[in-house]
C-alpha cells in the first residue's frame, strides 16, 4: 500500500527551528520527485519546496528560500524538510506528496505552530 | 509569475445537481500543465485530474476536466454527497501554483 506519513510538527517560538521527517512505503522511493507542500490555518495550498536525486534537482518557494532546506535518503524512504528562522506565517499544515508537477500520493499532514 | 483564479468562490448546490468550476490563469498555461484536487475538512488534497483532462486512478468518470491557454474547467456532473468539499486547481511545469479554492457546499 502506498503511503506517507509526516512527523516533527510542533510548537516553536519565533527563530526557532525544527526537522520534518516524511516516511514512504508502498513504492520505490528513490524513482520519484517528492515535494513538501504547507497550508495555513484556514488558507489555501502554498508549494513549499521539492527534490529529486538523480539529478539533484531542488527548488524553493521564494517565501522559505535561504531558511528551509530539503534532503532525502533513499536508502531510508525518508524526506526532510530543515526549518529555520520560523516566522508566525510559516504556521501551516505541512503535507508531503509524491510527485513535482502533480502529486498522487499525500501524507496526512503534521501542524507547525510559531508562536511565542 | 501566473495566477490562477477560481470562481465562484462558493458554489450552492444539491445532490444529482451538475457542478461547473472554472479555473482561469493570468498566462497560457504550457502543455497543459493543471491539475484538480479535491479536499475536505482536516484531510489532505486528493488529485482528480491532471494535465487539463485526465482521470487520476481510481477516480469517478463523473469527474471530468476541460479547458487550454488560460481557462479551464472542472465539471461534476451530478454531484454524489461524499463530492461536497473544496476543490482546487493547480499549476505545474515552468511555474508551480495553486488556485485559491472552490467550496462546492450542500444547497
Known amino acids: 500500500q502506498v503511503q506517507l506519513a509526516e512527523s516533527g510538527g510542533g510548537l516553536v517560538k519565533p527563530g526557532g527551528s525544527l526537522r520534518l521527517s516524511c516516511a514512504a512505503s508502498?513504492?520505490?522511493?528513490?524513482?520519484?520527485?517528492m515535494s513538501w507542500i504547507r497550508q495555513a490555518p484556514g488558507k489555501g495550498l502554498e508549494w513549499v519546496s521539492y527534490?529529486?536525486?538523480?539529478?539533484?534537482?531542488?527548488y524553493y518557494a521564494d517565501s522559505v528560500k535561504g531558511r528551509f532546506t530539503v534532503s532525502r535518503d533513499n536508502a531510508k524512504n525518508l524526506l526532510y524538510l530543515q526549518m529555520n528562522s520560523l516566522r508566525a506565517e510559516d504556521t501551516a499544515v505541512y503535507f508531503c506528496?509524491?510527485?513535482?508537477?502533480?502529486?498522487?500520493?499525500w501524507g496526512q499532514g503534521t501542524t507547525v505552530t510559531v508562536s511565542s | 509569475e501566473i495566477v490562477l483564479t477560481q470562481s465562484p468562490g462558493t458554489l450552492s448546490l444539491s445532490p444529482g445537481e451538475r457542478a461547473t468550476l472554472s479555473c482561469r490563469a493570468s498566462?497560457?498555461?504550457?502543455?497543459?500543465?493543471l491539475a484538480w484536487y479535491q479536499q475536505k475538512p482536516g484531510q489532505a488534497p486528493w488529485l482528480l485530474i491532471y494535465?487539463?483532462?485526465s482521470r487520476a486512478t481510481g477516480i469517478p468518470d463523473r469527474f471530468s476536466g476541460s479547458g487550454s491557454g488560460t481557462d479551464f474547467t472542472l465539471t461534476i456532473s451530478r454531484l454524489e454527497p461524499e463530492d461536497f468539499a473544496v476543490y482546487y486547481c493547480?499549476?505545474?511545469?515552468?511555474?508551480?501554483?495553486f488556485g485559491p479554492g472552490t467550496k462546492v457546499e450542500i444547497k
Open positions: 527534490i529529486y536525486s538523480r539529478p539533484n534537482t531542488i
Open positions: 498566462q497560457t498555461v504550457s502543455s497543459n500543465y
Open positions: 494535465d487539463a483532462s
Open positions: 493547480q499549476l505545474y511545469g515552468s511555474s508551480r501554483t
Open positions: 508502498g513504492f520505490t522511493f528513490s524513482d520519484y520527485y
Open positions: 506528496a509524491r510527485g513535482h508537477y502533480n502529486m498522487d500520493v
